[in-house]
């Protein structure tokens, strides 16, 4: 489904989507913007393999962690959406 900005907000006001936290600020014209997370979960090893499971560990951003340049990571979305 693609719905634009005023569609989007409608959705979320009447119950056919929600977005949580919902901010009118975060909509635009044709998409609503989504926040990440503190928490991002990174491969530990080299080669991946998509046949199977591969080790991740769980890292908690802050000042003392940024996302780089060639770090590999799937963030976590602070904002839930769900239709």
């Known amino acids: 489904m693609i719905l634009t900005g005023p569609e989007i907000t409608s959705a979320s006001q009447d119950g056919r989507l929600r977005i949580d936290p919902f901010l009118p600020a975060q909509v635009n ?8 997370g ?3 979960l990174t491969c530990t090893e080299e080669v991946l393999d998509s046949h199977r499971p591969n080790p991740t560990r769980r890292i908690q951003i802050g000042d ?13 979305a602070f904002t839930a959406v769900k239709p």
């Open 29 to 36: 014209p044709n998409n609503c913007n989504v926040r990440l």
């Open 38 to 40: 503190p928490v991002l």
């Open 64 to 76: 003392d962690v940024v996302p780089s340049p060639g770090m590999r990571g799937m963030p976590f």
